[in-house]
């Protein structure tokens, strides 16, 4: 490869970044194959270091996590030439310890390249976020506005509307076959 072409695509480590256990991460075959080694390799070094993989760097699937991911992507089944046990999950901290562990130039590539995207997904996140914010707020203006409207509307329906009730008239009515007061004098 040329100086300018890039190792690896951001494509492709945008499409090996999962999201389990509301955590976004890599799996260990993924890794390797970006690392270019097999995976029971990447996997040996990190049995040989695992005091630089804590719980919040690494974690190891279950048998459910496992078969729901086989369902989604395509992946070997356990013995038939496949995996022999369950994968490895690295979170970005996890993925940047993996560099220090491995000790290749092109590991030292790799990694730079994964957080760069890891950056650039957090930051697409947090856009989204803040354009999430910012529609929310506009449909609650929105929605008061509406409010106001509909009660004017209400109101000029309410203006144009003839009146119900006959206006009474005001002042005294005497009826015509009635005997009128007379006033006795003295």
Same mark, same amino acid.
């Given at each position: 490869?040329?100086?300018?072409?890039?190792?690896?695509?951001?494509?492709?480590?945008?499409?090996?970044?999962?999201?389990?256990?509301?955590?976004?991460?890599?799996?260990?075959?993924?890794?390797?194959?970006?690392?270019?080694?097999?995976? !029971?390799?990447?996997?040996?070094?990190?049995?040989?270091?695992?005091?630089?993989?804590?719980?919040?760097?690494?974690?190891?699937?279950?048998?459910?996590?496992?078969?729901?991911?086989?369902?989604?992507?395509?992946?070997?089944?356990?013995?038939?030439?496949?995996?022999?046990?369950?994968?490895?999950?690295?979170?970005?901290?996890?993925?940047?310890?993996?560099?220090?562990?491995?000790?290749?130039?092109?590991?030292?590539?790799?990694?730079?390249?994964?957080?760069?995207?890891?950056?650039?997904?957090?930051?697409?996140?947090?856009?989204?976020?803040?354009?999430?914010?910012?529609?929310?707020?506009?449909?609650? !203006?929105?929605?008061?506005?509406?409010?106001?409207?509909?009660?004017?509307?209400?109101?000029?329906?309410?203006?144009?509307?003839?009146?119900?009730?006959?206006?009474?008239?005001?002042?005294?009515?005497?009826?015509?076959?009635?005997?009128?007061?007379?006033?006795?004098?003295?």
């Amino acid at each position: 490869m040329n100086s300018k072409s890039p190792l690896i695509r951001p494509e492709q480590i945008e499409q090996a970044i999962l999201l389990i256990r509301g955590q976004r991460v890599m799996l260990d075959r993924d890794l390797a194959a970006l690392y270019g080694v097999e995976t !029971k390799n990447l996997n040996r070094a990190v049995q040989r270091n695992l005091d630089r993989f804590p719980a919040d760097f690494m974690f190891q699937l279950t048998k459910k996590e496992t078969e729901a991911l086989r369902c989604q992507i395509v992946t070997s089944n356990v013995g038939r030439g496949g995996r022999r046990y369950l994968p490895f999950a690295f979170t970005q901290e996890g993925v940047a310890m993996l560099s220090s562990v491995l000790r290749s130039p092109r590991a030292v590539q790799v990694n730079i390249a994964i957080m760069r995207v890891f950056v650039r997904l957090r930051e697409t996140l947090a856009l989204h976020k803040d354009l999430a914010h910012k529609l929310a707020e506009l449909e609650r !203006k929105i929605e008061s506005h509406d409010v106001g409207i509909h009660t004017l509307f209400e109101a000029i329906h309410h203006l144009t509307m003839p009146p119900t009730k006959p206006n009474q008239e005001i002042g005294f009515h005497i009826k015509e076959n009635s005997v009128p007061y007379r006033v006795k004098r003295k």
